[in-house]
């Protein structure tokens, strides 16, 4: 359903984003991670949902509203990594772009 207000799953559902959906799954199967950040209601929640459906591996979701430190950004990642039974091994690396994916 194109209106409707919940968040897609499904890329037939995601009309005219299939280009950040390429992109987003490149970035990740580079082993790079993605932050998707804008206002409210423009979509980065059904562009993940279905970025982690397209990779048919596991994926972990994030809802980072209320998150104002890095030790609260880590604490919810380990809470979810632990609440989903994922096992990670992992390094991080802090790359900004400010901008279109485009």
């Known amino acids: 359903m194109i209106f409707d207000l919940h968040p897609k799953e499904n890329i037939k559902d995601l009309i005219g984003r299939e280009s950040?959906?390429?992109?987003v799954i490149s970035q990740l199967s580079s082993g790079n991670w993605v932050l998707i950040s804008g206002q409210r209601e423009i979509g980065k929640t059904s562009l993940m949902?279905?970025?982690?459906n397209e990779m048919k591996k596991p994926g972990l979701?994030?809802?980072?509203?209320?998150?104002?430190?890095l030790n609260s950004l880590l604490s919810l990642l380990l809470s979810e990594i632990n609440r989903n039974k994922l096992n990670f091994?992992?390094?991080?690396?802090f790359n900004f772009i400010i901008g279109n994916a485009d």
């Open 49 to 52: 949902k279905v970025v982690i």
């Open 89 to 93: 091994n992992f390094h991080v690396n």
């Open 20 to 23: 950040e959906v390429k992109y």
């Open 61 to 69: 979701y994030l809802n980072l509203r209320g998150v104002k430190s």
